[in-house]
Antibody
C-alpha cells in the first residue's frame, strides 16, 4: 500500500525559503501514469493546489505562486520535494503531498500533512 | 482558472438522514470531478473519482452524479463518522482547483 510522509521545517522566517520533502514508500515515484503533487491549506481555510511533477520530470505550477515554487524528484531516495521562496505570513499552512492519478486526475493517497508557520 | 462553487457551505443533519451537496464548475469539465472527505485534524481522503466512481473501501452510502458543470455528492443513511467537511475538485485543467468545502454538522 502506497504511503506518503512529509517532512521539513515547521517554522520559516519571512523572506526565507520553505523546503519540504515527501517520502514515498510502498511504490516507486518512477511509475508512469502518476504525478506527484503538493497541496496546501491555511488553517481553517480552503485547499490550494501548488503543483505537480511527473516521473519524467515535467512540472506544472499554480500561477498564483509565480516563480517562487519549485518541485523536484530524487529517484535514488524515492522522494520528491517542494521549495517556496520569499515566504510571507500568507504562506502559513498545512502542506500535503499526494499522488495524482491520470484519467480524471484525482489525488490519492495523501500524506498526513505538515504545518509550516511563517514567522520571525 | 476554473472556479468550483459548492453549496451549501454548511448544513446540519442527523444520523440516518440523506444529505446532498452540490458543486458547480465555472466551465464544462466533462467527468473530471472528484470528491474528498476531510475530518477534523486529518488529511483529505478520496471518496469519489470521475463523478461517480466509488473509491475502494468507501461505503456504498456515498454516491456521486452529474455532468458538464453541475455535480452532486449524496450521502444516504448518514453515520456518525460522516460528520466532516467535503470538497469537490476538478481535474480537467491546471491549476487544479477545489470547492470551498461543505461542513456537515450534527
Amino acid at each position: 500500500q502506497l504511503h506518503l510522509q512529509e517532512s521539513g521545517s515547521g517554522l520559516v522566517r519571512p523572506s526565507e525559503t520553505l523546503s519540504l520533502t515527501c517520502a514515498v514508500s510502498g511504490g516507486s515515484i518512477n511509475t508512469r501514469g502518476y504525478s506527484w503533487s503538493w497541496i496546501r491549506q491555511p488553517p481553517g481555510k480552503d485547499l490550494e493546489w501548488i503543483g505537480y511533477i511527473s516521473p519524467d520530470g515535467v512540472t506544472s505550477y499554480n500561477p498564483s505562486l509565480g516563480s517562487r515554487v519549485t518541485i523536484s524528484l530524487d529517484r535514488s531516495k524515492n522522494h520528491f520535494s517542494l521549495t517556496l521562496k520569499s515566504v510571507t505570513a500568507a504562506d502559513t499552512a498545512f502542506y500535503y503531498c499526494a499522488r495524482e492519478l491520470g484519467g480524471y486526475n484525482w489525488f490519492d493517497p495523501w500524506g498526513q500533512g505538515t504545518l509550516v508557520t511563517v514567522s520571525s | 482558472d476554473i472556479q468550483m462553487t459548492q453549496s451549501p457551505s454548511s448544513l446540519s443533519a442527523s444520523v440516518g438522514d440523506r444529505v446532498t451537496i452540490t458543486c458547480r464548475a465555472s466551465q464544462i469539465i466533462s467527468r473530471y470531478l472528484n470528491w474528498y472527505q476531510q475530518r477534523q485534524g486529518e488529511a483529505p481522503k478520496l471518496l469519489i473519482y470521475g463523478v461517480s466512481g466509488l473509491q475502494i473501501g468507501v461505503p456504498s452510502r456515498f454516491s456521486g452524479s452529474g455532468s458538464g458543470t453541475d455535480f452532486t455528492l449524496t450521502i444516504n443513511n448518514l453515520q456518525p463518522e460522516d460528520f466532516a467537511t467535503y470538497y469537490c475538485q476538478q481535474g480537467s485543467t491546471t491549476p487544479r482547483t477545489f470547492g470551498q468545502g461543505t461542513k456537515v454538522e450534527i
